[in-house]
């Protein structure tokens, strides 16, 4: 029998992951065709090509729980041309007109997410990685979705709202710590850090880590999402490393499975620490500190750092 706070915990990340996507939705609905056309910050993707990834990737995703040998097949695909396959399907989701590209990604995206709140809570499905539960791989999406939707933002001139649904972004980011050192050849420290980040709503803490570590990282929670992410140069966000452990952390974290990206540049227009206010953004309502879910890998999702 399923862990009843497995089972919470699973539905808790499946409704963040749908209200992601919504506004992520909003923000990109009703956009003329030439909005849809502006470079973003990842070089040579422009806002097409961010929804048409994350459309490729919901599909993948959706192959996994429903299709092993449709997934499978994808994979195959993959190992042709491992590295191209992610933009080669993000310009060719570009392609589409606009509201076709809108219509695909709405589609997968309700498809998943059914077939997420209908998979066993126990099984592993396969991924370009290591296989990963529903309550997981959820997680995967919702870091992909903000992380792309800040992308979007950026190219539109949109400050979000952050909300507390980056609680899920924030603890794939600490669990990917070793990953971090490990694809740049480096030996991981020894220990955990201990991670205290201030939520959205200015009076929670999350916090990761054992109480006394010596070595600590402090800040706002949107600041380190926007860092393990590569959506923002450390320069411009208001993080406090102690110790030089965790410093070299903050010049190498990264959320997402796969070569180690080149990151933003600094002094990008960013204010540290601001709020990012978009007019269709949804403010999560603030709740304690929730996990992912119990079966969360202890390491990077996969993804992408454009």
């Not at 992520?24 to 849809?36: K, N, R, Y």
């Not at 993948?60 to 729980?65: K, R, V, Y």
């Not at 190992?79 to 310009?91: E, T």
């Amino acid at each position: 029998m399923p862990d009843p706070s497995a089972v919470d915990d699973a539905v808790a990340v499946l409704t963040d992951l749908r209200e992601e996507g919504r506004e992520l939705d909003a923000l990109v609905e009703g956009l003329p065709a030439p909005d849809w056309a502006r470079p973003t910050p990842a070089p040579g993707w422009t806002v097409a090509h961010q929804i048409a990834h994350l459309h490729w990737t919901d599909r993948a995703s959706l192959l996994s729980l429903t299709d092993a040998t449709g997934f499978g097949v994808m994979v195959e695909e993959a190992l042709k041309a491992p590295d191209s396959f992610v933009d080669d399907g993000a310009r060719e989701g570009a392609a589409l007109p606009p509201a076709e590209l809108l219509a695909r990604w709405r589609g997968t995206r309700d498809a998943l997410a059914q077939a997420l709140a209908a998979a066993s809570p126990d099984t592993r499905f396969p991924w370009y990685g290591p296989p990963m539960k529903a309550a997981s791989m959820a997680s995967a999406r919702l870091m992909e979705t903000w992380a792309h939707g800040q992308d979007v933002a950026d190219a539109l001139g949109v400050r979000r709202t952050p909300t507390a649904r980056l609680r899920h972004v924030a603890r794939i980011g600490v669990r990917a710590r070793d990953y971090a050192y490990a694809v740049r050849g480096l030996p991981a420290p020894d220990g955990e850090f201990r991670v205290e980040l201030t939520a959205p709503d200015g009076v929670q803490v999350w916090a990761y880590g054992p109480p006394q570590a010596p070595q600590r990282i402090t800040g706002p929670a949107l600041d380190f999402c926007l860092l393990v992410t590569q959506r923002a140069h450390r320069a411009d966000l208001e993080l406090t490393a102690t110790g030089p452990d965790a410093d070299r952390w903050l010049d190498i974290a990264q959320a997402f499975a796969g070569p180690a990206g080149a990151g933003r540049e600094p002094g990008a227009g960013r204010e540290p620490g601001a709020a990012r206010e978009p007019g269709a953004a949804r403010e999560s309502e603030a709740g304690p500190d929730q996990e992912a879910g119990p079966d969360q890998e202890a390491g990077p999702v996969q993804g992408t750092g454009r």
